[in-house]
């Protein structure tokens, strides 16, 4: 058995990081490594199914609430977006979301509740740092052309009297115009947009920053291992950043 194998067994009986990293002789950003490489929390997924079934449950046998109200807080869970649970739980428009939204939010039954759950996913580590990482990562990879097409095409100059202008040659004017189309939304992972609005000149789509998600993606990578003497002086801005960035988190670990 390898010195990883032992470790991931001493990790899933209990071990904490830090007892692991002195115990093999290794620093913190190795065996959150080995961790996240050698898949040591291959039960969370199940632990995270639990969670989300005993959410649902107290959702369901809650008193006080619609059913759709239920819906809006199981909504308002998976992104903390009152407008968008509104959208998603009743069907509604983005105006009427907008003020509806906050209005639900601000229902005692449902603020009960929703503090309730809070708390629960809290102490279930429903939301772990890997959910924030794929959530960077997928900031940090997203196309704007998934969202919309755009594109130009040649327009005919006409005169005052709607005559078609032409060139000392008599040749036809053109000049280019442009165009902005957005994709039909179905399909589309509408979590990367920042915001849809209509601007001056037309509708704007704007996506979360990438290069400050980009950024957030390599503080916290986990240290590369490699099997060479090759070196771009990647690892040692990974491992001088890494303790910080995780410091304290060991004691969230059981």
């Known amino acids: 058995m390898t010195k990883q194998e032992e470790a991931k067994q001493d990790y899933l009986a209990g071990m904490k990081y830090k007892d692991i990293a002195e115990k093999y002789a290794v620093s913190l950003s190795t065996v959150r ?45 998976q992104r903390y977006n009152a407008t968008w649970a509104y959208q998603k739980a009743y069907d509604a428009d983005y105006d009427t979301a907008r003020t509806e939204g906050s209005r639900t939010l601000a229902n005692p039954n449902v603020k009960k509740l929703l503090t309730e759950l809070k708390q629960q996913q809290s102490a279930d580590l429903y939301l772990t740092a890997n959910d924030i990482l794929k959530e960077f990562a997928k900031q940090a990879t997203a196309n704007l052309g998934d969202y919309l097409d755009f594109g130009k095409y ?101």
């Open 33 to 77: 490594s080995w961790k996240a490489r050698n898949n040591w929390n291959k039960s969370v997924a199940t632990q995270r199914n639990a969670v989300a079934q005993n959410v649902a449950q107290k959702v369901e046998e809650s008193p006080g609430l619609t059913e759709k109200q239920r819906l809006f807080c199981l909504y308002y869970l």
């Open 154 to 254: 040649d327009v005919l100059a006409e005169d005052e009297a709607g005559n078609v202008k032409l060139d000392t040659d008599d040749n036809p004017v053109k000049y280019r115009n442009s165009w902005v189309q957005l994709k039909n939304k179905k399909g589309l992972d509408t979590s990367l947009i920042k915001s849809v609005h209509i601007g001056k000149d037309g509708v704007v789509v704007e996506l979360y920053d990438k290069q400050k998600a980009m950024k957030e993606l390599l503080d916290r990578l986990p240290e590369p291992e490699i099997e060479d003497d090759s070196d771009d002086g990647f690892l040692e801005a990974i491992d001088q950043n890494l303790d910080q960035v995780w410091k304290d988190g060991d004691n969230d670990e059981t």
